[in-house]
């Protein structure tokens, strides 16, 4: 007799973002079919009798094979860093399409949609633009409506700056045509401004990196950003919150607008300023931007994740090797000035967050949830299929050990990186079994499912989330 499921997750304790319960899941044809406290058989039980079962990790903020920047490549492709990303938890991200000198963002678009068929994952997009010409404009509205509906700018870095006019009319293309605005907010003038003095000083070194963009430039052109957004009347999501200021400011625009939201990254809540001044070159390899801040800046931002003005916690994962020219340091010391932004960090997200905010009693199961899980989901248009345990959802979902404390090692993320910053840390939870639409992807660290295992998922059209 055919079984009626082809996977029970039985004897778990369940989180969502509505609670926690011990009940069966049903899986059938890579969804979940059945919530129940005893659901029969299937063709695998499997017993997660002493383990939570979470919602895989949606990871929103990836940079994965994305052109050099200023010269230097982000290590790894989308089948290694999948790859990692399965081993930490995650099962979907939404990674980058770069807008490129001379190309049409379509071709750009169909180029990356081909580089992500490794994928071991579910994948989307967003688009980064550079250059708002009346051509990208024009060609912006076919794209979004296929599903890649959220555009990001910088308004910093040479190669990727974009100046406040044409985000403006990008604002009013997303508005138009139900996409969401991504923006990497920082004062590039007043950084050039204080970079100068640094090097009228001599202070080049790395460790000088925060001193060049203190958050009070982010706070401004958060400020400055969302009157913008909420002039036009365009939904606005701010990347990478690095401490109180900033996210004070996401927090008082939401308040006039709800179409304005906020994330920030793990990297901010475990590292500080102090971190690039470590001995010999240690400091290398914690540059990232914006720079990480203060312990006081860490407690503000877990309190705006227990508020809400937060509502993401992504990993900006963002890897350059630590040797080598593409990579952080070459022999001889670097100045800040040329050193590649960015650390890996898509493995690490759910155990650091876990760790740092469950186990050490900052957050509740159920935000944790909603932090890694459902809210990236609701935000970037991936729900209901992503995010949540449900009757309908995609059978993602992943069997953790709340109990498991290991040091962490830089071979535990299966990636092509040759360091994570977060090694020797202690942690406590671990992910001992990941699954993909129902298949057996990751078990004991060991990832099993192959390349191309991925599928594109188009975003929905953009509407106000309800958020937890």
Same mark, same amino acid.
């Given at each position: 007799?055919?079984?009626?499921?082809?996977?029970?997750?039985?004897?778990?304790?369940?989180?969502?973002?509505?609670?926690?319960?011990?009940?069966?899941?049903?899986?059938?044809?890579?969804?979940?079919?059945?919530?129940?406290?005893?659901l029969?058989?299937?063709?695998?039980?499997?017993?997660?009798?002493?383990r939570?079962?979470?919602?895989?990790?949606?990871?929103?903020?990836c940079?994965?094979?994305?052109?050099?920047?200023?010269?230097?490549?982000?290590s790894?492709?989308?089948?290694?860093?999948?790859?990692?990303?399965?081993?930490?938890?995650?099962?979907?991200?939404?990674?980058?399409?770069?807008?490129?000198?001379?190309?049409?963002?379509?071709?750009v678009?169909?180029?990356y949609?081909?580089?992500?068929?490794?994928?071991?994952?579910?994948?989307?997009?967003?688009?980064?633009v550079?250059?708002?010409?009346?051509?990208?404009?024009?060609?912006?509205?076919?794209?979004?409506?296929?599903?890649?509906?959220?555009?990001?700018?910088?308004?910093?870095?040479?190669?990727?700056?974009?100046?406040?006019?044409? !985000? !403006?009319?990008?604002?009013e293309v997303? =508005?138009?045509?139900?996409?969401?605005?991504?923006?990497?907010?920082?004062?590039d003038?007043?950084?050039?401004?204080? =970079?100068?003095?640094?090097?009228?000083?001599?202070?080049?070194?790395?460790?000088?990196?925060?001193?060049?963009?203190?958050i009070?430039?982010?706070?401004?052109?958060?400020?400055?950003?969302?009157?913008?957004?909420?002039?036009?009347?365009?939904?606005a999501?701010?990347?990478?919150?690095?401490?109180?200021?900033?996210?004070?400011?996401?927090?008082?625009?939401?308040?006039?607008?709800?179409? !304005?939201?906020?994330?920030?990254?793990?990297?901010?809540?475990?590292?500080?300023?102090?971190?690039?001044?470590?001995?010999?070159?240690?400091?290398?390899?914690?540059?990232?931007?914006?720079?990480?801040?203060?312990?006081?800046?860490?407690?503000?931002?877990?309190?705006?994740?227990?508020? %809400?003005?937060?509502?993401?916690?992504?990993?900006?994962?963002?890897?350059?090797?630590?040797?080598?020219?593409?990579?952080?340091?070459i022999?001889?010391?670097?100045?800040?000035?040329?050193?590649?932004?960015?650390?890996?960090?898509?493995?690490?997200?759910?155990?650091? !967050?876990?760790?740092?905010?469950?186990?050490k009693?900052?957050?509740?199961?159920?935000?944790?949830?909603?932090?890694?899980?459902?809210?990236?989901?609701?935000?970037?248009?991936?729900?209901?299929?992503?995010?949540?345990i449900?009757?309908?959802?995609d059978?993602?979902?992943?069997?953790?050990?709340?109990?498991?404390?290991?040091?962490?090692?830089?071979?535990?993320?299966?990636?092509?990186?040759?360091?994570?910053?977060?090694?020797?840390?202690?942690?406590q %939870?671990?992910p001992?079994?990941?699954?993909?639409?129902g298949?057996?992807?990751?078990?004991?660290?060991?990832?099993?499912?192959?390349?191309?295992?991925?599928?594109?998922?188009?975003?929905?059209?953009?509407?106000?989330?309800?958020?937890?």
């Amino acid at each position: 007799m055919q079984k009626r499921f082809d996977l029970i997750i039985r004897g778990g304790t369940v989180v969502t973002t509505a609670g926690v319960g011990k009940y069966d899941i049903g899986v059938s044809d890579g969804r979940i079919v059945a919530l129940a406290e005893h659901l029969g058989d299937a063709e695998r039980v499997v017993d997660a009798t002493g383990r939570l079962v979470l919602p895989g990790g949606v990871d929103t903020h990836c940079h994965i094979e994305e052109p050099p920047e200023g010269g230097y490549t982000i290590s790894g492709t989308f089948e290694t860093e999948t790859a990692s990303a399965l081993t930490g938890g995650t099962t979907s991200i939404v990674s980058f399409a770069v807008q490129e000198p001379g190309r049409s963002m379509r071709s750009v678009v169909e180029d990356y949609r081909r580089r992500a068929s490794a994928s071991r994952i579910d994948y989307g997009f967003h688009m980064i633009v550079m250059r708002a010409t009346d051509e990208l404009l024009g060609e912006l509205p076919s794209l979004i409506a296929e599903g890649n509906r959220s555009i990001k700018v910088f308004t910093t870095y040479e190669m990727f700056r974009i100046g406040d006019g044409d !985000i !403006i009319r990008l604002m009013e293309v997303a =508005r138009d045509n139900r996409a969401l605005m991504c923006i990497h907010a920082e004062n590039d003038e007043a950084i050039r401004y204080a =970079r100068g003095l640094l090097e009228r000083d001599g202070k080049t070194a790395v460790k000088y990196h925060p001193a060049s963009k203190p958050i009070e430039f982010e706070a401004e052109a958060i400020r400055r950003l969302s009157t913008y957004a909420e002039m036009v009347g365009a939904p606005a999501h701010f990347f990478h919150l690095s401490g109180g200021a900033a996210a004070d400011e996401v927090r008082r625009a939401n308040q006039r607008n709800p179409m !304005i939201f906020g994330e920030t990254c793990a990297q901010y809540l475990v590292f500080t300023a102090a971190d690039l001044d470590r001995p010999g070159r240690e400091g290398e390899k914690f540059v990232f931007s914006p720079a990480p801040r203060t312990k006081q800046d860490q407690e503000e931002l877990w309190r705006h994740i227990r508020t %809400g003005t937060i509502s993401i916690i992504s990993s900006d994962h963002a890897p350059f090797l630590s040797v080598g020219e593409d990579g952080k340091p070459i022999p001889g010391p670097r100045p800040f000035t040329a050193m590649p932004n960015g650390i890996p960090g898509i493995g690490a997200r759910l155990p650091l !967050i876990f760790s740092e905010g469950v186990a050490k009693g900052r957050i509740s199961l159920e935000k944790f949830v909603a932090i890694t899980a459902s809210n990236p989901a609701r935000l970037f248009g991936l729900a209901p299929r992503k995010g949540s345990i449900a009757i309908g959802a995609d059978a993602d979902l992943v069997i953790w050990d709340a109990e498991e404390v290991r040091v962490v090692q830089n071979s535990d993320f299966n990636h092509a990186n040759d360091y994570s910053p977060y090694e020797g840390m202690t942690v406590q %939870g671990w992910p001992q079994m990941t699954f993909v639409r129902g298949e057996l992807a990751l078990q004991d660290g060991k990832v099993l499912l192959p390349r191309g295992s991925g599928r594109h998922i188009p975003a929905a059209p953009f509407s106000i989330p309800t958020l937890s």
